[in-house]
């Protein structure tokens, strides 16, 4: 026997196998990186925050042999960190330790860190993890591109995402400000497109992308977006997994080379109501077996199959609006001429619509979904995607005309823009019950509801502004 049959967890399948990484890729990173004394293991909960433990360079071997038994609450959490008793995943089921192992190529070094630290990212084992394998985002995700793949369909994406650098230091009056330029300055501007503005976070940008080289991370094109001190970098398409693993680690990477410069990456959705939002806007098309294009087209609007799979999504997100707005301040993002969408539309080459068709030679022909805040979790909001492209193609749906023009004026159908709407939509929906499963949707309705009613038992600033003295 060879070692990858030796030294497979136990209850494993062959199939099981494939989702993990081998215990040599851990020797082979040990070996050509002889100065790392930390690893950072973490797993993705459903609201996108990762958590995890700290261990030492020599449990690494370990942990690929035979897994890390990690507890079932870590799954069920609200995004303050705190247990939510009705996930069913803490005190029915004694708080249970589920067994994850780690993602192949997950395996990365972290350059900003002080003590020579490397991150491996591990996921639910179908079967050891239980009961918190369903609850796990990226298990989701799989589940999902499965059965589009075992139709004929292999999902294609990528992520761009927004985000705010700010300083570590709020302003005067306690709120939040944009990073100091690398001349001393404060950004005021918009300057979106400001070649300026990039040339003055070029320290950040260059440690940036040195990490994401070092740690496969394809990051391409750098824009100042629509506010001051409001980035986007673009990451290049690949499978729909991989893809979302990148977009989950590359997060993540933002953060820390940001706070190496004494800086915060904010991927809030709307952290200031005067100027634009943050979004993270996903790319999807559909290829064959051979990676053919099955959206191509000479025509702009794309093939019949990329018609359906708009009509899918459009048919599905309101019941999947949750996932790609997951809490009470992704709602806020949602404003006419802000160019965060506000309706149930399509468009080709449209920014004023909610599913952009970009243009572009036939074989890039593919969907731009742009309702996502920055603050959804990639691997749930590519899940919603794809089951609705999925339900399109499956029903046959048709889309109805593109929006031409000013897509905000020709509104019909608008979005919710409250947080209770989108989390009862998403508890009404028999087809979500299909797409993602009952137990998923247990535990993540679950997190939500607690969340939702923490967040609407405090009392603030913004209610003595308003009732202290005219209630």
């Not at 040195?210 to 398409?237: D, M």
């Not at 979904?369 to 919603?384: E, V």
């Not at 339900?391 to 608008?414: M, T």
Request: one cysteine or more.
């Amino acid at each position: 026997m060879g070692r990858a049959d030796t030294e497979r967890p136990t209850g494993a399948s062959e199939c099981d196998m494939t989702t993990f990484a081998p215990v040599q890729e851990a020797l082979d990173f040990l070996a050509h990186n002889p100065d790392i004394e930390l690893i950072e293991l973490f797993i993705l909960d459903a609201n996108g925050v990762p958590r995890g433990k700290l261990l030492h360079r020599e449990e690494l071997r370990a942990l690929y042999q035979s897994g890390r038994p990690l507890p079932s609450t870590m799954l069920g959490l609200s995004i303050q960190g705190e247990d939510v008793e009705d996930s069913g995943l803490v005190w029915e089921v004694g708080d249970i330790d589920c067994r994850a192992y780690p993602l192949p190529g997950s395996l990365v070094r972290l350059p900003w860190r002080q003590i020579p630290t490397a991150a491996v990212q591990v996921s639910m084992h179908p079967s050891e993890g239980l009961p918190a394998t369903p609850a796990d985002p990226r298990q989701l995700l799989v589940r999902v591109i499965e059965q589009l793949e075992a139709d004929g369909y292999h999902p294609v994406m990528a992520c761009e995402l927004e985000f705010y650098l700010l300083d570590q230091k709020r302003d005067a009056q306690g709120r939040p400000q944009p990073a100091l330029d690398a001349d001393g300055g404060r950004p005021r501007q918009t300057q979106v497109y400001g070649l300026r503005e990039l040339e003055q976070i070029e320290p950040f940008l260059r440690d940036l992308y040195a990490a994401c080289k070092a740690q496969g991370i394809p990051a391409r094109t750098a824009i100042s977006e629509y506010a001051p001190g409001q980035v986007e970098i673009t990451l290049e398409h690949g499978p729909a997994l991989a893809a979302m693993d990148q977009a989950v680690r590359y997060k993540r990477l933002v953060k820390g080379v940001a706070h190496a410069h004494g800086m915060q990456a904010c991927f809030m959705a709307k952290p200031f109501a005067e100027i634009a939002g943050t979004g993270m806007h996903m790319h999807v098309s559909l290829a064959d077996a051979d990676g053919a294009n099955l959206f191509a087209s000479e025509d702009p609007a794309g093939t019949p199959l990329l018609r359906q799979a708009v009509g899918g999504m459009l048919a599905s997100l309101l019941d999947s609006l949750l996932l790609f707005c997951p809490n009470a301040n992704s709602y806020r993002r949602f404003q006419a001429n802000s160019y965060a969408p506000l309706a149930l539309s399509w468009g080709v080459d449209n920014r004023t619509v909610s599913l952009r068709v970009p243009g572009g030679p036939a074989p890039t022909r593919h969907v731009e979904h742009r309702i996502c805040g920055a603050d959804a979790n990639p691997y749930l909001a590519a899940a919603a995607i794809l089951a609705g492209i999925h339900r399109g193609i499956r029903e046959g749906l048709d889309p109805g005309e593109p929006v031409q023009g000013n897509g905000y004026a020709q509104a019909k159908e608008l979005l919710p823009t409250d947080w209770l709407t989108s989390i009862q939509a998403l508890e009404r929906s028999g087809w979500a019950r299909d797409a993602f499963g009952a137990e998923f949707l247990k535990v993540f309705l679950a997190v939500k509801r607690a969340e939702y009613r923490q967040f609407m038992g405090e009392v603030g600033e913004q209610d003595w502004r308003w009732y202290l003295s005219n209630a």
